[in-house]
């Protein structure tokens, strides 16, 4: 361990490995003496590194178990660590709940945890068998009351939407179907009913991913959360601070991409026929023209790695363009 990192940390640190980590570092810049919100603390590896490059950090996580894990690393880190559970869309109420009106960075990894992947029993893999939950905060409606209560054109279009599963329609029929023989309880006997629907080669996905994607999304409204987080940080960065957002499919991704250019365009619209109309100041200036993947070595060595997309924006002198929901 080098001088001054710091110790303990979140449980399954040691087999947690954050995706993009020296490029989200390199696009954060954090320092010592800022404060960064980590909007999904998970494992807790972007907040070490934050850490040990000397800021301190307000850390966010809907899931309480992952806030529970973070004890050791809270009590190393000299009081440079707050963690909150909550979620992330409301990160600019969390900040200012610390004391911390504005912040110079907030760094998002969207999507479900190794930590929550590696646990049977919160049902998001379906390389276990396990409770069909997926719930993040461990409350609410689950995947399998969604899977239970949803009637075939609604499942259908939850896959399709949500998952990009071209072949939704024969999953939500086949879904219907096995559930009026037995309630659908568990991850095996989904993946099981989507497996016999969609055919795979080697090499391929494994079946029921998009499905279990989809899933996923809906129970959590990722993509709302998503939504709001965003708009959450324009609010609390101060000028000059970083947004850093690291996704990992086509919806995230695309979210993203449209709030960034959106914030940092100048005009909008325009064609031969109609001028190009002015728009309010822009809040943010884009790091980097296109988004940031993982290098050919780090995806080998981390398959979470490879479809992961990384995009950055710095926060201008410009007020806010939007208002809490």
Not at 14 to 27: G, I, N, Q, T
Not at 92 to 104: F, L, N, Y
């Amino acid at each position: 361990m080098a001088s001054g990192q710091i110790s303990g940390g979140a449980a399954g640190e040691a087999r947690h490995v954050p995706v993009l980590l020296a490029e989200v570092l390199a696009a954060l810049a954090p320092k010592a003496g800022e404060t960064i919100v980590d909007g999904t603390f998970g494992a807790g590896g972007y907040t070490r590194a934050i850490l040990d490059a000397g800021a301190e950090v307000i850390a966010i996580d809907r899931d309480p178990t992952a806030i529970a894990a973070g004890a050791p690393l809270v009590a190393s880190s000299a009081g440079r660590l707050m963690l909150a559970e909550g979620e992330f869309s409301g990160l600019d109420d969390i900040a200012q709940s610390r004391g911390r009106e504005t912040v110079d960075g907030v760094v998002l990894d969207i999507g479900v945890s190794s930590m929550q992947l590696d646990q049977a029993e919160r049902g998001f893999s379906f390389r276990f068998d396990g409770p069909l939950d997926m719930r993040m905060a461990m409350s609410g409606e689950s995947a399998a009351d969604l899977v239970a209560r949803l009637d075939e054109t609604a499942l259908a279009n939850l896959i399709y939407t949500y998952g990009e599963e071209r072949l939704s329609r024969h999953i939500a029929k086949a879904i219907v179907r096995e559930r009026a023989e037995a309630p659908i309880t568990t991850t095996k006997r989904l993946a099981d009913i989507v497996a016999k629907v969609v055919r795979s080669k080697p090499g391929d996905i494994h079946p029921a991913t998009r499905t279990f994607q989809a899933l996923r999304i809906a129970v959590n409204d990722e993509l709302g959360e998503l939504e709001t987080a965003l708009e959450a940080a324009e609010r609390v960065l101060k000028p000059g601070g970083r947004l850093v957002v690291v996704t990992f499919h086509s919806l995230e991704d695309r979210i993203v991409k449209q709030f960034m250019a959106e914030r940092s365009a100048r005009t909008a619209g325009g064609s031969r026929h109609a001028p190009a109309a002015q728009v309010p100041d822009p809040t943010f200036t884009l790091i980097g023209r296109k988004a940031v993947a993982a290098s050919d070595a780090e995806a080998a060595v981390n398959p979470r790695a490879r479809s992961a997309k990384l995009r950055a924006a710095e926060r201008t002198a410009a007020p806010a363009r939007s208002v809490r929901r």
